[in-house]
């Protein structure tokens, strides 16, 4: 199936860091973006942030200033670098393509204790 490969979390305190990749199942940015999103239990899948080809990015309120996405120099791994994370950053991490999306992957595991 074809779907991307995210990586990176785990179980952090409060104040602590993490740095999520992603690996997509084929050629990123075909749309020309690509994004992060979260679902934390019992609550819906949101957008974290968002990157462009161009380097353009953006993000949720609650994360700006604390996370920062990015992507290496080939594009076909993108980042999330999230500091100074607080329990309300604990979720399931996925990314995808906003605009053209492949299946949803088994994302990845952020845990924040107090």
């Known amino acids: 199936q074809v779907q991307p490969v995210e990586s990176g979390g785990g179980l952090v305190q409060t104040g602590g860091s993490l740095r999520l990749s992603c690996e997509g199942p084929?050629?990123?940015?075909?749309?020309?973006?690509m994004a992060w999103y979260r679902q934390a239990p019992g609550k819906s899948r949101e957008l974290v942030a968002g990157?462009?080809?161009?380097?353009?990015?953006k993000y949720k309120a609650s994360v700006k200033g604390r996370f920062t996405v990015s992507t290496n120099n080939d594009k076909n791994t993108m980042y999330l670098q999230m500091n100074s994370l607080t329990p309300e950053d604990t979720a399931v991490y996925y990314c995808?393509?906003?605009?053209?999306?492949?299946?949803w992957g088994q994302g990845t595991q952020v845990t924040v204790s107090s």
């Open positions: 995808n393509d906003p605009k053209d999306p492949w299946n």
């Open positions: 990157i462009t080809s161009a380097g353009n990015t």
């Open positions: 084929g050629r990123m940015f075909s749309s020309g973006e």
